[in-house]
Protein backbone atom coordinates (compact mmCIF):
# COMPACT_ATOMS: atom_id res chain seq x y z
CA UNK A 1 0.00 0.00 0.00
CA UNK A 2 1.13 3.71 -0.69
CA UNK A 3 0.09 5.87 1.96
CA UNK A 4 0.06 10.02 1.20
CA UNK A 5 -0.34 11.87 4.44
CA UNK A 6 -0.62 15.52 4.54
CA UNK A 7 1.71 15.98 1.45
CA UNK A 8 3.21 19.69 0.67
CA UNK A 9 5.48 20.70 -1.68
CA UNK A 10 6.66 24.55 -1.99
CA UNK A 11 9.02 26.14 -4.43
CA UNK A 12 9.16 29.71 -3.49
CA UNK A 13 6.14 31.23 -2.79
CA UNK A 14 4.53 28.40 -5.31
CA UNK A 15 2.35 25.98 -3.77
CA UNK A 16 2.77 22.89 -6.26
CA UNK A 17 1.10 20.21 -3.87
CA UNK A 18 -1.44 21.57 -1.07
CA UNK A 19 -1.77 18.98 2.24
CA UNK A 20 -2.74 16.40 -0.02
CA UNK A 21 -3.87 12.51 1.94
CA UNK A 22 -4.67 9.58 -0.34
CA UNK A 23 -3.71 5.64 -0.34
CA UNK A 24 -3.21 3.27 -3.08
CA UNK A 25 -4.32 -0.21 -1.93
CA UNK A 26 -3.14 -3.21 -2.91
CA UNK A 27 -4.98 -5.89 -5.53
CA UNK A 28 -6.10 -2.53 -6.67
CA UNK A 29 -5.20 0.04 -9.42
CA UNK A 30 -5.35 3.40 -8.27
CA UNK A 31 -5.82 6.28 -10.97
CA UNK A 32 -4.30 9.64 -10.41
CA UNK A 33 -5.75 12.42 -12.41
CA UNK A 34 -5.81 16.18 -12.99
CA UNK A 35 -4.49 18.72 -15.88
CA UNK A 36 -1.03 19.37 -16.39
CA UNK A 37 0.28 21.76 -13.43
CA UNK A 38 -1.53 19.80 -11.45
CA UNK A 39 0.87 18.74 -8.99
CA UNK A 40 0.52 14.66 -10.31
CA UNK A 41 4.25 14.27 -11.16
CA UNK A 42 5.40 16.43 -8.32
CA UNK A 43 3.42 14.23 -5.84
CA UNK A 44 4.91 10.72 -7.75
CA UNK A 45 8.52 12.25 -7.63
CA UNK A 46 8.20 12.79 -4.11
CA UNK A 47 6.93 9.37 -3.18
CA UNK A 48 10.09 7.96 -4.98
CA UNK A 49 12.77 10.11 -2.79
CA UNK A 50 13.67 12.37 -6.06
CA UNK A 51 12.11 15.34 -4.75
CA UNK A 52 12.17 16.60 -0.95
CA UNK A 53 8.90 17.40 0.60
CA UNK A 54 8.10 20.55 2.28
CA UNK A 55 5.83 18.83 4.85
CA UNK A 56 3.73 15.38 5.09
CA UNK A 57 4.90 12.03 4.42
CA UNK A 58 4.40 9.55 2.01
CA UNK A 59 5.14 5.63 2.73
CA UNK A 60 5.01 2.34 0.79
CA UNK A 61 3.53 -0.33 2.74
CA UNK A 62 4.80 1.33 6.17
CA UNK A 63 7.80 2.37 5.13
CA UNK A 64 9.39 5.25 3.60
CA UNK A 65 10.95 4.99 0.15
CA UNK A 66 14.76 6.20 1.28
CA UNK A 67 14.27 3.23 4.07
CA UNK A 68 13.88 0.36 1.60
CA UNK A 69 17.53 -1.30 1.60
CA UNK A 70 16.52 -2.68 -1.99
CA UNK A 71 13.86 -0.52 -3.35
CA UNK A 72 13.50 -2.25 -7.10
CA UNK A 73 12.65 -5.59 -5.22
CA UNK A 74 9.61 -3.61 -3.26
CA UNK A 75 8.56 -0.11 -6.09
CA UNK A 76 8.67 -0.61 -9.50
CA UNK A 77 8.58 3.01 -11.13
CA UNK A 78 8.60 4.46 -14.60
CA UNK A 79 8.05 8.54 -14.38
CA UNK A 80 10.36 9.58 -17.49
CA UNK A 81 10.41 6.70 -19.87
CA UNK A 82 12.90 9.53 -22.01
CA UNK A 83 15.19 9.45 -19.17
CA UNK A 84 16.98 6.46 -20.37
CA UNK A 85 20.57 6.27 -21.39
CA UNK A 86 20.16 6.91 -25.21
CA UNK A 87 23.96 5.15 -25.93
CA UNK A 88 23.05 1.85 -24.35
CA UNK A 89 21.12 -0.93 -25.92
CA UNK A 90 17.71 -1.84 -23.68
CA UNK A 91 19.19 -5.17 -22.64
CA UNK A 92 22.53 -3.00 -21.34
CA UNK A 93 20.05 -1.16 -19.40
CA UNK A 94 18.08 -4.26 -17.89
CA UNK A 95 21.62 -5.91 -17.24
CA UNK A 96 22.03 -3.20 -15.42
CA UNK A 97 19.35 -3.18 -12.82
CA UNK A 98 19.35 -6.86 -12.98
CA UNK A 99 22.94 -6.85 -11.03
CA UNK A 100 22.12 -3.50 -9.64
CA UNK A 101 19.05 -6.16 -7.26
CA UNK A 102 21.20 -8.98 -7.66
CA UNK A 103 18.82 -11.03 -9.54
CA UNK A 104 19.53 -14.25 -11.87
CA UNK A 105 20.55 -13.24 -15.03
CA UNK A 106 18.12 -15.43 -16.75
CA UNK A 107 15.73 -12.41 -15.35
CA UNK A 108 16.90 -9.80 -18.26
CA UNK A 109 15.20 -11.99 -21.04
CA UNK A 110 12.52 -13.16 -19.15
CA UNK A 111 11.34 -9.22 -19.03
CA UNK A 112 12.20 -8.61 -22.58
CA UNK A 113 10.02 -11.48 -23.82
CA UNK A 114 7.37 -9.81 -21.27
CA UNK A 115 7.30 -6.76 -22.83
CA UNK A 116 7.46 -7.80 -26.54
CA UNK A 117 10.89 -6.08 -27.07
CA UNK A 118 12.19 -8.68 -29.83
CA UNK A 119 16.04 -9.47 -29.25
CA UNK A 120 16.96 -7.58 -32.58
CA UNK A 121 15.53 -4.38 -30.77
CA UNK A 122 16.92 -5.14 -27.37
CA UNK A 123 20.44 -4.97 -29.30
CA UNK A 124 19.56 -1.47 -30.57
CA UNK A 125 20.53 1.78 -28.86
CA UNK A 126 18.10 2.93 -26.80
CA UNK A 127 18.28 6.61 -28.93
CA UNK A 128 17.01 4.62 -31.67
CA UNK A 129 13.93 3.52 -30.41
CA UNK A 130 10.33 4.78 -30.37
CA UNK A 131 8.73 6.53 -27.99
CA UNK A 132 6.37 3.16 -27.39
CA UNK A 133 9.72 0.98 -27.29
CA UNK A 134 11.13 2.95 -24.57
CA UNK A 135 7.82 2.79 -22.70
CA UNK A 136 8.32 -1.01 -22.95
CA UNK A 137 11.60 -0.97 -21.93
CA UNK A 138 10.78 1.24 -19.43
CA UNK A 139 8.24 -1.04 -18.01
CA UNK A 140 10.69 -3.88 -18.11
CA UNK A 141 13.15 -2.12 -15.68
CA UNK A 142 9.91 -1.29 -13.54
CA UNK A 143 8.81 -4.85 -13.48
CA UNK A 144 12.43 -6.95 -13.07
CA UNK A 145 12.70 -7.37 -9.32
CA UNK A 146 9.18 -8.55 -9.16
CA UNK A 147 7.89 -5.74 -6.87
CA UNK A 148 4.59 -5.16 -5.00
CA UNK A 149 3.91 -2.14 -5.93
CA UNK A 150 3.82 0.02 -9.37
CA UNK A 151 4.16 3.96 -9.77
CA UNK A 152 3.83 4.98 -13.34
CA UNK A 153 3.53 8.36 -14.49
CA UNK A 154 1.95 8.12 -17.93
CA UNK A 155 3.42 4.83 -19.16
CA UNK A 156 0.56 4.37 -22.39
CA UNK A 157 1.73 7.89 -23.74
CA UNK A 158 3.39 6.95 -27.47
CA UNK A 159 1.67 3.35 -27.70
CA UNK A 160 -0.14 2.46 -30.30
CA UNK A 161 -4.03 0.89 -29.86
CA UNK A 162 -2.23 -2.53 -29.64
CA UNK A 163 0.33 -1.35 -26.97
CA UNK A 164 -2.23 -0.01 -24.67
CA UNK A 165 -4.48 -2.83 -24.81
CA UNK A 166 -1.57 -4.78 -23.49
CA UNK A 167 -0.71 -2.21 -21.20
CA UNK A 168 -4.24 -2.73 -19.79
CA UNK A 169 -3.73 -6.41 -19.63
CA UNK A 170 -0.54 -5.98 -18.08
CA UNK A 171 -1.32 -4.05 -15.05
CA UNK A 172 -4.52 -5.34 -14.44
CA UNK A 173 -3.16 -9.13 -14.29
CA UNK A 174 -0.59 -7.06 -12.06
CA UNK A 175 -3.31 -5.92 -9.17
CA UNK A 176 -5.13 -8.99 -9.56
CA UNK A 177 -2.27 -11.17 -8.51
CA UNK A 178 -2.02 -8.48 -4.92
CA UNK A 179 -0.20 -5.96 -6.44
CA UNK A 180 -0.16 -2.42 -5.91
CA UNK A 181 -0.56 0.31 -8.57
CA UNK A 182 -0.63 4.20 -8.81
CA UNK A 183 -0.98 5.48 -12.68
CA UNK A 184 -1.48 8.30 -13.84
CA UNK A 185 -2.60 9.05 -16.97
CA UNK A 186 -4.17 11.81 -19.59
CA UNK A 187 -5.82 8.62 -21.44
CA UNK A 188 -9.11 9.21 -19.21
CA UNK A 189 -11.16 6.35 -21.20
CA UNK A 190 -8.03 4.07 -20.59
CA UNK A 191 -7.75 4.32 -16.53
CA UNK A 192 -11.95 5.00 -16.77
CA UNK A 193 -11.35 1.00 -18.16
CA UNK A 194 -8.56 -0.14 -16.00
CA UNK A 195 -8.76 1.36 -12.41
CA UNK A 196 -10.39 0.59 -9.33
CA UNK A 197 -10.23 3.87 -7.67
CA UNK A 198 -9.82 7.70 -8.58
CA UNK A 199 -7.84 10.62 -6.93
CA UNK A 200 -8.01 13.71 -9.13
CA UNK A 201 -5.64 16.47 -8.36
CA UNK A 202 -6.75 20.44 -9.27
CA UNK A 203 -4.12 23.27 -8.22
CA UNK A 204 -2.49 20.96 -6.06
CA UNK A 205 -5.03 19.84 -3.88
CA UNK A 206 -7.42 17.00 -3.94
CA UNK A 207 -11.04 17.18 -5.64
CA UNK A 208 -12.55 14.12 -4.93
CA UNK A 209 -11.37 10.16 -4.90
CA UNK A 210 -13.14 7.02 -3.80
CA UNK A 211 -13.53 4.16 -5.72
CA UNK A 212 -14.52 4.58 -9.53
CA UNK A 213 -18.10 2.54 -9.23
CA UNK A 214 -18.83 5.10 -6.29
CA UNK A 215 -17.89 7.73 -7.93
CA UNK A 216 -19.09 7.47 -11.33
CA UNK A 217 -22.42 6.24 -9.93
CA UNK A 218 -22.73 9.44 -7.56
CA UNK A 219 -21.64 12.16 -9.94
CA UNK A 220 -23.28 15.21 -8.02
CA UNK A 221 -25.86 17.38 -8.99
CA UNK A 222 -26.24 19.69 -11.70
CA UNK A 223 -28.07 23.28 -10.93
CA UNK A 224 -28.99 26.78 -12.30
CA UNK A 225 -30.46 29.59 -10.93
CA UNK A 226 -31.22 33.11 -11.62
CA UNK A 227 -28.20 34.09 -9.50
CA UNK A 228 -25.53 31.99 -10.37
CA UNK A 229 -22.49 33.45 -8.66
CA UNK A 230 -24.76 33.66 -5.34
CA UNK A 231 -25.30 30.48 -5.87
CA UNK A 232 -21.73 29.23 -5.91
CA UNK A 233 -20.71 31.44 -3.40
CA UNK A 234 -23.68 29.93 -0.95
CA UNK A 235 -22.55 26.50 -1.85
CA UNK A 236 -19.20 27.31 -1.39
CA UNK A 237 -19.51 28.36 1.93
CA UNK A 238 -20.96 25.31 3.11
CA UNK A 239 -17.73 23.98 2.08
CA UNK A 240 -19.14 21.94 -1.51
CA UNK A 241 -16.88 21.58 -4.19
CA UNK A 242 -18.03 23.45 -7.28
CA UNK A 243 -17.82 23.90 -10.26
CA UNK A 244 -18.61 25.63 -13.82
CA UNK A 245 -19.63 23.46 -15.99
CA UNK A 246 -19.48 26.09 -19.34
CA UNK A 247 -23.02 25.95 -20.22
CA UNK A 248 -24.46 28.35 -17.35
CA UNK A 249 -25.26 25.39 -14.79
CA UNK A 250 -23.15 24.77 -11.96
CA UNK A 251 -21.68 21.05 -10.87
CA UNK A 252 -21.32 20.04 -7.53
CA UNK A 253 -20.11 16.98 -5.07
CA UNK A 254 -23.62 17.51 -2.90
CA UNK A 255 -26.88 15.47 -3.83
CA UNK A 256 -29.80 17.49 -5.08
CA UNK A 257 -31.52 17.58 -1.66
CA UNK A 258 -28.71 19.56 -0.09
CA UNK A 259 -28.31 21.63 -3.04
CA UNK A 260 -32.11 22.75 -2.54
CA UNK A 261 -31.89 23.45 0.80
CA UNK A 262 -28.92 25.53 0.61
CA UNK A 263 -30.86 27.00 -2.34
CA UNK A 264 -33.89 27.63 0.00
CA UNK A 265 -31.93 29.25 3.01
CA UNK A 266 -29.91 31.61 0.70
CA UNK A 267 -33.41 32.93 -0.52
CA UNK A 268 -31.62 32.02 -4.41
CA UNK A 269 -34.69 31.24 -7.19
CA UNK A 270 -33.46 27.62 -8.89
CA UNK A 271 -34.47 27.03 -12.64
CA UNK A 272 -32.67 23.61 -12.61
CA UNK A 273 -32.21 21.17 -10.30
CA UNK A 274 -31.16 17.00 -11.59
CA UNK A 275 -28.37 14.54 -10.64
CA UNK A 276 -25.60 14.32 -12.90
CA UNK A 277 -26.00 10.82 -13.24
CA UNK A 278 -24.61 8.58 -15.80
CA UNK A 279 -21.27 10.69 -15.87
CA UNK A 280 -18.43 9.32 -17.26
CA UNK A 281 -14.89 9.86 -15.84
CA UNK A 282 -14.23 12.12 -19.07
CA UNK A 283 -17.61 14.23 -17.63
CA UNK A 284 -16.54 14.18 -14.70
CA UNK A 285 -13.00 14.83 -14.46
CA UNK A 286 -13.58 18.72 -16.68
CA UNK A 287 -16.26 19.53 -14.49
CA UNK A 288 -14.26 18.82 -11.21
CA UNK A 289 -10.91 20.42 -13.17
CA UNK A 290 -12.70 22.79 -14.98
CA UNK A 291 -10.69 26.16 -13.36
CA UNK A 292 -7.77 24.40 -13.03
CA UNK A 293 -4.32 25.52 -14.34
CA UNK A 294 -3.94 25.53 -18.21
CA UNK A 295 -2.96 22.69 -20.52
CA UNK A 296 1.03 22.67 -20.81
CA UNK A 297 1.57 24.03 -17.46
CA UNK A 298 4.61 22.38 -15.46
CA UNK A 299 3.35 19.40 -13.04
Same mark, same amino acid.
Given at each position: ?????R???K !?????????????A??G?????????????????????????????????S??????????????GV???????H?????R?I???A???M???K?????M???? *??????? *??R??? !????????????T?L???????????????????????????LR????????????SH?????EV??????????G?????G????LL?????L??????????Q?L???????????????????D???????????G????????????G????F??????????????
Open positions: MITVELTK !YGNTLAVDDITFTAARVTGFLGPNGAGKSTTMRIMVGLTRATAGTVTIGRKFADLPNPGLEVLLDASAQAGRSGELTLQRLGLPARVEELEAV *SLTPDEA *SRVGE !YSLGMRQRLGIAAIGDPEVLILDEPANGLDPAGIRWMRDLGYADRGGTVLLSLLHEIIADDIVMIGHRIVSQAKTEHAAGTVRAVDLARLEATDWGLTVSPTGDGALWTDAAALVGTVALESIALTELRAAEGALEEMLELTSTTQREGAPA
